[in-house]
């Protein structure tokens, strides 16, 4: 996912280190606790199934777990669920489900779609009492939505038929179809084919930086052309550069459209593409033609530009100096860096160099190898405390998103930002890895969902 200039910043190398390395610029840090185990207790209450279980069911299970869902069995009618209950119970008591990565120590978020400890304890209360289902009906599905506005709904240019198996990552230009320039303010995707379709990320390309895109689409005789992580081709060797920050979104399976925070938008200038990478998944079954959309909420203005800007260390992706070393259980490199010194450089001017900036949300990125990562400001004003953004404490690929916080974070000038990711490289026949494009590379990529300070 390379979306940055990295030529613009000039900053310091800082190494990668093993875990138990002694002597590094940056120690590693230690991962949050874990949650606690609400289920350890025995049952501690009558619980009613069609007041108290139906409802966490419908809202946080049923969005997946339905005909035609992501989730691979149905858990919509009530005899669904009293069937599955043993198994449900080990998803819910070990946190597994619904899928949310996020520590929920770290930050709060809006749309967290994870159980409180009340709604995982009523559900253990009912499976560990019988799993009574008496009196219950089934309920129709839950209504997709989730943007306020569907303004523009961008299907893929063409039908494609996945190819590669289990994973077939897979980048389709869409031109922007406005005439005047206006802000992306919320984004959805509606799925075709939602038991392939993975996950989608949206990005945004300036007119002056859509060639070598339009090139690799010309290239491949198949709709649309391969890329992993990021907009650029997998065939191109050389890391190309796509100037200003260009991700608008993340949308994983389960996930309702969101609307930006109010107020806040993504410019989109006449004569932009948008580039719509999907991440079919195969394990499902049988490869199908697949034509899904996505969903914009746009508007004329906006009170502040918003700006998904990457954080990295520019020697990780200029230099390959993200090295991963075969054999090692756990390799982790840090970075940190004053928050506030480029974000004039990747914001065109409109996030002030060396002053506040409020951040919205954050997004983590690494591939397939990872462990865990995250992402925080140090504060340095007295009393100096670390303010954690995201953490995610088991990476998993396939669930990757925009964190939008319930309440926006100021950096301040003098605030530095870190970012620490981890990863496991002790699989049989592992070879050294290092910063790529592809499969068989790796990443520790931050975004920060940004904008000028809100006005006093
Ligand atoms: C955002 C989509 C989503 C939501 C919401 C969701 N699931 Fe799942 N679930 C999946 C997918 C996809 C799988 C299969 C692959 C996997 O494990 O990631 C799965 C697998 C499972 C499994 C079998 C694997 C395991 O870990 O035990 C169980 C049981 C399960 N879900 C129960 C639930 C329950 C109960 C809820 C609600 C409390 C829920 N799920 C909510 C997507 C979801």
């Known amino acids: 996912m390379e ?4 030529s613009v910043w000039k900053w310091a190398w800082l190494g990668g280190c093993l875990a138990l390395t002694v002597g590094c610029a940056e120690r590693a840090r230690d991962p949050l606790p874990p949650p606690a185990d609400v289920c350890a207790d025995a049952p501690q209450t009558t619980v009613d199934f069609v007041t108290q279980v139906q409802p966490i069911l419908e809202t946080k299970c049923a969005t997946c777990h339905r005909p035609g869902g992501i989730g691979t069995f149905s858990l919509q009618s009530p005899e669904e669920a009293k069937a599955l209950a043993p198994t449900l119970r080990s998803a819910v008591c070990g946190r597994r489900m619904p899928p949310w990565p ?30 009574d289902i008496a009196g219950a009906v089934a309920h129709a599905p839950v209504a997709p939505g989730g943007l306020s506005r569907v303004d523009r709904e961008l299907p893929l240019p063409e039908p494609y038929q996945p190819t590669i198996t289990p ?6 230009l869409i031109d922007w179809p406005d ?18 379709v993975h996950h989608v990320i949206l990005f945004r390309i300036a007119p002056e930086n859509t060639a070598p895109l339009l090139q690799a689409d010309v290239d491949d005789p198949l709709p ?23 991700m608008v979104g993340v949308w994983a399976p389960g996930a309702l459209g969101v609307d930006f925070p109010a107020g806040l938008g993504a410019r989109m200038k006449v004569g932009s593409k948008l580039v719509v990478q999907v991440h079919y998944n195969l394990a499902a079954g049988m490869p199908t033609v697949d034509r899904s959309k996505v969903l914009l909420k746009v508007d004329d203005t906006v009170e502040r530009e918003a700006f998904l800007i990457p954080f990295v260390d520019p020697n990780w992706v200029r230099s390959a100096k993200m090295n991963i070393a075969a054999g090692q ?14 974000t ?6 409109v996030l002030p160099r060396t002053s506040a900036f409020e951040v919205h949300g954050a997004v983590l990125h690494m591939h397939t190898r990872g462990t865990w990562a995250s992402l925080s400001v140090e504060r340095h004003a007295a009393p100096a405390a670390s303010q954690c ?9 396939h669930w990757q998103g925009l964190y939008l916080f319930d309440h926006p974070q100021r950096v301040e000038a003098k605030d530095d930002l870190r970012l620490e990711c981890h990863w496991d490289n002790s699989a049989p026949g592992a070879t050294e890895l290092n910063w790529g494009e592809g499969t068989a590379d790796e990443m520790c990529l931050g975004f920060l969902l940004a904008t000028a300070p809100a006005p006093e």
């Open 102 to 131: 996020p520590s929920n120590q770290c930050n709060t978020y809006a749309h967290d779609r994870s159980l409180t400890d009340a709604q995982i304890v009523t559900l253990r209360d009912w499976i560990d009492s019988g799993a």
């Open 167 to 172: 994973d077939d990552y897979r980048c389709f």
């Open 3 to 6: 979306a940055v200039n990295s």
């Open 179 to 196: 005439t005047e320039e206006r802000f992306i303010t919320g984004f959805g995707v509606e799925p075709d084919q939602a038991a392939e």
């Open 224 to 246: 649309g052309y391969s890329c992993f992580g990021g907009p650029n081709p997998s065939t191109s060797k050389k890391i190309t550069t796509l100037g200003v920050p260009s």
């Open 329 to 342: 259980k756990d390799v982790f490199h840090a970075f940190r860096h004053v928050g506030t010194d480029f």
């Open 344 to 349: 004039d450089k990747i914001s065109a001017g």
């Open 389 to 397: 953004l995201l953490e995610l404490p088991r990476w998993d690929f």
